[in-house]
């Protein structure tokens, strides 16, 4: 689809996993089309090319752009007007949660205010929403309430989120076997960051349960990292504050949020001798698999029962606090 969208604009920002936003102002005196013309002939090629029914939202900037996109049904193109009029119509009645960049705690606490809409959250004075919400997120979100969303769209931008899922072979109510899922899940995570040089500032987990209504909690990291067993913590901790109990859980997924480029993020020492052992050996682990693949070391808990269940075998290597057998270390 990047390509797609590549030969009517070079401004193209991908969204993973499966969106991107294209800045199309220097292509429609090209093409002759205004935007609407452009995403319906870009709507038809996909469809004729790769039999895929694309959603389109056609705004003056991203942040419309994505919302018009979520309203918008397969194979729709859905238009927000350009003038402020148009603007506040198709925000005025939209929860506050609909609002990109509220999160689920910035939307209950607006709500506990009576700001349940963003029609009212736009109506409330600045100094409001900085007193609820903190002064730089209570900013911006005043400015997006009204449809302000300066962020340009910017080619080969890095990814400011990282997502793995899982989905269960059956509702699953066992919460060992989900503990296991989410430590796959952390552990690529941070496997995928640590390669391309990112850390996360956040980690949110996304429970998908039977009736296929979902769950979804984030919680700010310590410290902006990519180290596996801080971000399996984390995700246990996430997961542990739901309380699921005998839920029929049907997927699990992990998303890294806030990311950044290593080098820009501090790393608070520790004089912990196994703190610095398990960072040695996941670079060893990391070294492994760029050698023989991503599979070639895995913990030894996301394979097979808990630890706790069974003592580790004689000859067994730890990393991240659990058990590695030694063929993990050898290439395919």
């Known amino acids: 689809m990047i390509s797609l969208l590549g030969e009517f604009t070079p401004v193209v920002e991908a969204l993973p996993p499966d969106a991107a936003l294209a800045d199309v102002r220097g292509a429609q005196r090209y093409f002759g089309r205004d935007a609407a013309g452009i995403a319906e002939l870009l709507r038809l090629r996909a469809l004729a090319w790769y039999d895929v029914e694309c959603v389109i939202g056609i705004a003056g900037n991203p942040l419309l752009a994505r919302m018009a996109a979520q309203d918008a049904a397969p194979g729709e193109i859905h238009v927000v007007p350009g003038d402020p009029e148009g603007v506040a119509a198709f925000l005025d009645r939209r929860p506050a949660a609909a609002l990109y960049g509220i999160g689920p705690a910035a939307a209950r606490a607006l709500c506990s205010y009576g700001l349940d809409s963003v029609g009212r959250i736009a109506a409330a004075p600045s100094a409001t929403l900085q007193r609820i919400l903190g002064s730089k997120a209570g900013r911006r979100v005043y400015e997006r309430a009204r449809g302000v969303d300066p962020t340009p769209v910017t080619p080969n931008a890095p990814a400011r989120s990282m997502a793995a899922e899982h989905r269960f072979a059956h509702d699953e109510l066992d919460e060992a076997r989900r503990r296991r899922a989410l430590l796959s899940l952390a552990d690529e995570l ?101 050698r023989f693949g991503p599979q070639a070391a895995r913990p030894a808990a996301a394979w097979a029962a808990p630890v706790s269940a069974a003592p580790a075998r004689a000859g067994s290597r730890r990393l991240y606090g659990q058990p590695y057998s030694r063929s993990a270390y050898r290439g395919p």
């Open 190 to 290: 941070g496997s995928r960051m640590r390669s391309g040089g990112q850390v996360a500032g956040a980690l949110t987990l996304t429970v998908r349960y039977a009736d296929r209504s979902t769950t979804t909690r984030t919680r700010r990291l310590a410290e902006p990292t990519a180290h596996g067993p801080a971000l399996t913590e984390v995700a246990y901790a996430l997961h542990a504050a739901l309380g699921l109990q005998r839920a029929r859980v049907r997927a699990v997924a992990l998303r890294a949020e806030d990311l950044c480029r290593a080098e820009r993020a501090a790393r608070q020492l520790s004089f912990d001798p196994a703190d610095d052992k398990a960072r040695r050996i996941e670079a060893a682990v990391d070294r492994a698999r760029t």
